[in-house]
C-alpha cells in the first residue's frame, strides 16, 4: 500500500504521539520525598593535566535529617568514575601543582558531635590520606604553593585557643581531678553586626588569619602549622605569590566597615612570616581574586561604589600589583552580571564551593560567569579592549566552572530545568561542551519531568517582562488548571533556566506554575534591576499581575483558582499582593518582611547606607510603613499561610510572618503559621532534608485546601 504525503504526515504524527504517551506512561510524576534521592555535585576542580576532575559528591543521609559529602574524581573523557576519599564529611578538594596529591578538609563525629574540620592531604597513588592540621577551632581553605610543599588555609584559632589548646595537651599531674575549665556561652554584644544567618553569632576577637604547613618529606615527620597573620582584623581571600615567597591577601581594616561604602586592601606577607606590606588600597571591593598567568596582576569582581543603588550590577575588573594602580573595568560597557548566576532550589546543599575568574595563559582574555535573560553561561573577556565572546551558550545555569595549567580547558557544573546538575568538559576558546557525568540517570529514567514554557509578556508601562510556565505532566490546554504565581527572593535574583524542584512537584500535583523576572530582577541589565530602589514593594508586583492576567487570557488558567507565594523578597511581595488585591485565593508567605522597621531594627541584613530607603526609619517612619503589608493587614481577606525558621536571621519572624498571622487571628481570618525549629533563611535550599520536604507538603498541602477543596489534616482546623 503507498499513502499519499499528507496520509503519511498524519500517520508519522500518530506514530509520533503514540511514542511520546507511551514514553509518559512508562514513567510517574515527581514527588516532594524524591529530593532524599537527588545526587548533587558540588566544588568541581580540573587536574593540572586537564585529564580528570575531583568533585564533592553530596547525598541526603539515610535518616534524612542531614547530608553527606565524599569527594570523587571522573576522567575528562567521561567515565572511569573514581570514590577518592571514605568520609562523609569532605569538601574543598585541591589539586596539587603536579596533580599527585589532593589536599581536601574533613569533619568527623565524636560523641555524636561534628568536630571542627581540618586540612587531610590524599596521594593519588592510594593509601590513607595525611592529616595536616589539629586545631581546636578548624581549618579551610587549603592553597598548595607553587613548589606543592606547602599548604597555607585559614583558621580563626585566637592566641587564648593557642594557649589552651597548648595546656590542655600537657599531662595533668598525678591526683590532679581539677574539671575542664568553663568556657562560657554569654554574648558580649558590641558591635552593630553581630550575627550572620549563616555562621549565627559572630565573634569579632576570633578573626580569620593564614596559616602554613610544610608538608613532611617522611612518614615519621611532624607537622606544626604556623600562623604567618595576626591582629584583630580578618584575612578575607589569599594567594601564592608565582614565587612562592608571600601570600597576596585582602581585608578590610576597619572595625565596623558596615558605615563604610565596600573597599578593600591589598596586602603581601612573606610566607615565613613577618609584617605585611600594603600593596594597595583599593576603594571598591575586590572579591574573588584570581591571580594572572604572571603573577602580576589579579582579576577579580566587584561593585562601583557610586551612586550608592538598591542594585549595583557586578563586573570584572583588572588590577596591577602595585602601588597607586587602579582598577580597570573590563565590562564597563557590557550591561549584564559577571560572576551573577541564576536562582534554583537545588544547587548543592553542602559543599558547594566557588568560582574564579579564568585567565588565558597569555594573560590577554579572562574567562567568567554571566547571567543573561535568564541564562548563566561563559564568555571570555579582552583585557587590553574589545567585546566579550560566547564560550558557553544555551538555556541554562553554569553554577560552578574551574580550569587549571593554561586555562584551555575548563570543567563546569551546568544545570538545567530538567536535570539538576553535571559536568561538562568545554575549551576554553569556545566549542561545544561535552557532559561527563550524568549522577541522578537512574532517578529520572523514572520521573516525568517536563520542560517549562518560556513566554515574553507586556507590562502596564510597556516595559517586556519574562517568564516560565511549569505545566503539569499530560497538560491539556482544553482545560482549566489552578494557578500558582510563585515569586523570587532577593528582590535582586532571578528565576531561569535551573532545575526547581518545587516548581516540578507543584506541577505534579496539577497546578499550573508561572514564575516571572518582574523589574528588579538580574540579568536584564543595571537600569531595570535599579528601577525598584525606594519603591519596593511597588510596580514589580503590577509586573507580576500582568502575567498571572497573560496566563489566563490563554484559556487554560482557571481564574477563580489562583494561588500566590514566595520567599523572602517573594514574601514580600506575596504579602504585598493580598493587600492590594483580593483576585487570589490562597497565599503562602515564606521568611517574609512584613514590618520594615522592624526588619531594619532585627535582621543580620544592615541598612546603614541608603539602598534600599533613604533614612532610617526613626527619622522617616512613614516611608517603611507605607510599603509594609502590616500597614494595610484590615485589607487581607485571602486565606494566608506562613512558612518560617525559627533561626532564620535575614528575615527574623518577629518582623514577618509572626505579626501578619496575629493580626490576622485577632481580625478571625483563615490563617496558619508553620515554623521549622532550626532552620535558617537557607530553609528551601539547604535545610534538613526532612524540613525542606515538610515545608513542600505544607505550600501544597494549603493550596490543596483552597484551590483544589481537598480535606488536608494539617489544616483541617482553620476556618
Known amino acids: 500500500m503507498r499513502l499519499n504525503l499528507a496520509t503519511r504526515a498524519t500517520f508519522a504524527l500518530a506514530i509520533a504521539v503514540s511514542l511520546v504517551a507511551f514514553r509518559s506512561a512508562d514513567k510517574r510524576p515527581i514527588t516532594e520525598k524524591d529530593l532524599w534521592a537527588f545526587t548533587w555535585i558540588g566544588d568541581p576542580q580540573l587536574s593540572p593535566d586537564g585529564s580528570r576532575v575531583a568533585y564533592a559528591k553530596v547525598v541526603v543521609d539515610r535518616k534524612h535529617t542531614g547530608y553527606e559529602t565524599s569527594l570523587w574524581s571522573v576522567s575528562t573523557k567521561g567515565g572511569d568514575l ?39 592531604v590524599l596521594s593519588m597513588s592510594g593509601g590513607e590520606p595525611t592529616q595536616i592540621t589539629e586545631l581546636t577551632k578548624g581549618a579551610s581553605s587549603p592553597h598548595w604553593s607553587p613548589d606543592g610543599r606547602r599548604i597555607a588555609f585559614a583558621s580563626d584559632m585566637s592566641p587564648e585557643d593557642i594557649a589552651k589548646s597548648a595546656k590542655d595537651k600537657q599531662p595533668k599531674p598525678a591526683g590532679d581531678t581539677t574539671d575542664a575549665e568553663h568556657e562560657s556561652d554569654v554574648k558580649y554584644v558590641t558591635r552593630a553586626v553581630y550575627r550572620s544567618n549563616d555562621q549565627g553569632y559572630l565573634d569579632p576577637h576570633r578573626p580569620t588569619h593564614i596559616w602554613v604547613a610544610t608538608l613532611p618529606t617522611s612518614s615519621d615527620e611532624k607537622i606544626t602549622p604556623r600562623q604567618i597573620t595576626s591582629g584583630k582584623f580578618d584575612e578575607e581571600d589569599f594567594f601564592w605569590s608565582k614565587d612562592g615567597r608571600d601570600i597576596v591577601f585582602t581585608t578590610t581594616r576597619v572595625d565596623e566597615p558596615e558605615y563604610e561604602l565596600p573597599h578593600s586592601d591589598l596586602y603581601r606577607v612573606s610566607a615565613d612570616g613577618g609584617e605585611p606590606a600594603l600593596i594597595n588600597a583599593v576603594p571598591i571591593g575586590v572579591n574573588a581574586m584570581s591571580p594572572s598567568p604572571d603573577g602580576k596582576r589579579i582579576a577579580f569582581r566587584s561593585n562601583l561604589n557610586e551612586p550608592v543603588r538598591s542594585y549595583d550590577e557586578p563586573d570584572l575588573f583588572v588590577l596591577d600589583l602595585t602601588p597607586g594602580a587602579k582598577p580597570k573595568n573590563l565590562s564597563a560597557d557590557f550591561d549584564y552580571d559577571v560572576g551573577g548566576g541564576i536562582g534554583g532550589d537545588n544547587a548543592p546543599p553542602r559543599a558547594a564551593g566557588g568560582t574564579r575568574p579564568i585567565w588565558s595563559a597569555d594573560g590577554n582574555s579572562i574567562v567568567d560567569v554571566v547571567s543573561i535573560t535568564g541564562r548563566a553561561n561563559l564568555m571570555r573577556f579582552p583585557v587590553n579592549g574589545g567585546k566579550p565572546v560566547e564560550v558557553t551558550k544555551g538555556d541554562q545555569a553554569v553554577q560552578r566552572f574551574s580550569s587549571a595549567g593554561d586555562g584551555s580547558t575548563i570543567t563546569m557544573l551546568v544545570s538545567t530545568p530538567t536535570n539538576i546538575g ?26 516525568d519531568v517536563p ?9 502596564f508601562d510597556g516595559r517586556k517582562i519574562q517568564a516560565w510556565v511549569q505545566k503539569p505532566p499530560g497538560f491539556d490546554a482544553t482545560k482549566k488548571y489552578p494557578l500558582i504565581l510563585n515569586i523570587h527572593g532577593g528582590p535582586h535574583t532571578a528565576y531561569g533556566w535551573v532545575f526547581d524542584h518545587e516548581f516540578q512537584w507543584m506541577a505534579a500535583k496539577g497546578y499550573v506554575v508561572l514564575y516571572p523576572n518582574p523589574r528588579g530582577s538580574t540579568s536584564y ?3 531595570f534591576g535599579n528601577i525598584i530602589q525606594y519603591k519596593y514593594p511597588g510596580d514589580d508586583y503590577k509586573d507580576l499581575m500582568a502575567g498571572v492576567d497573560e496566563l489566563i487570557k490563554r484559556g487554560y488558567v482557571d481564574p477563580k483558582r489562583l494561588g500566590v507565594t514566595g520567599g523572602s523578597g517573594g514574601g514580600v511581595l506575596t504579602d504585598w499582593t493580598v493587600t492590594q488585591t483580593t483576585r487570589f485565593s490562597a497565599a503562602v508567605s515564606q521568611r517574609d518582611i512584613s514590618d520594615w522597621a522592624a526588619w531594619w531594627y532585627t535582621a543580620d541584613f544592615w541598612l546603614y547606607q541608603p539602598r534600599w530607603f533613604q533614612k532610617p526609619p526613626f527619622e522617616d517612619p512613614k516611608d517603611y510603613a507605607n510599603r509594609s503589608a502590616i500597614t494595610f493587614v484590615d485589607r487581607i481577606t485571602t486565606p494566608m499561610a506562613f512558612i518560617l525558621g525559627d533561626a532564620d536571621f535575614r528575615t527574623p519572624p518577629e518582623s514577618g510572618g509572626e505579626q501578619l498571622f496575629r493580626a490576622l487571628k485577632y481580625l478571625k481570618r483563615p490563617t496558619a503559621l508553620v515554623r521549622f525549629p532550626g532552620e535558617t533563611h537557607e530553609l528551601s535550599r539547604s535545610g ?5 520536604v515538610e515545608r513542600l507538603e505544607a505550600i501544597v498541602g494549603w493550596f490543596d485546601k483552597y484551590l483544589m477543596g481537598k480535606d488536608v489534616a494539617a489544616f483541617r482546623d482553620v476556618r
Open 422 to 447: 553535571d559536568l561538562f568538559v568545554v575549551s576554553g576558546n569556545s566549542g561545544i561542551p561535552r557532559r561527563i557525568t550524568d549522577v541522578n540517570a537512574k532517578l529520572f529514567s523514572q520521573l
Open 451 to 459: 520542560a517549562p514554557e518560556e513566554i515574553w509578556y507586556t507590562s
Open 82 to 120: 573514581q570514590r577518592l576519599t571514605a568520609g562523609t564529611h569532605d569538601s574543598q578538594p585541591r589539586w596539587s601543582p603536579d596533580g599527585t596529591r589532593l589536599a581536601f578538609v574533613r569533619s568527623v563525629e565524636k560523641d555524636g558531635k561534628p568536630q571542627p574540620p581540618q586540612i587531610f
Open 525 to 527: 541589565g543595571q537600569e
Open 688 to 692: 534538613q532534608p526532612w524540613h525542606r
